[in-house]
């Protein structure tokens, strides 16, 4: 059985951002050498996300405001209380998920229509990875 590891390092301008990285996920799995298996995309930090859905502009906006309808960022957060100000960041990150696992089949990702793997950020504006690890054969 093969293995591979790669880190995806992102740094948003913006506290919160949605990318789409399925064609950085789809390189690491041809650098891999894996044709049958899986991969795990997994966010390595808090306060950030990895989930699948469709890449649709109008599905995204609707992401970002039902997240801050159920964690508005001014609300109080004891975590807050500690000199953190991202409290409402990492509600977020737990409605949304902590990583993804993909089949790897002929070479390719195993997705159902319109699937994509996106990187959610909730407290950006500065370097936070993500783990791509592939396994297989």
Known sequence: MKSYREELWFDTKTRRAYLNITPLVEAAVKKSGVTEGLVLVNAMHITASVYINDDEPGLLKDYDEFL??????????????TGEDNG??????????REVLVAITE????FGPWEQIFYGEFDGRRRKRVLVK???E
């Open 68 to 81: 801050e309808r159920m964690a508005p960022q001014q609300a109080t957060y004891r975590h807050n209380e």
């Open 88 to 97: 409402d960041a990492h509600i977020k990150r737990q409605l949304m998920g």
């Open 107 to 110: 070479g390719r990702l195993d």
């Open 134 to 136: 592939v396994i297989g």
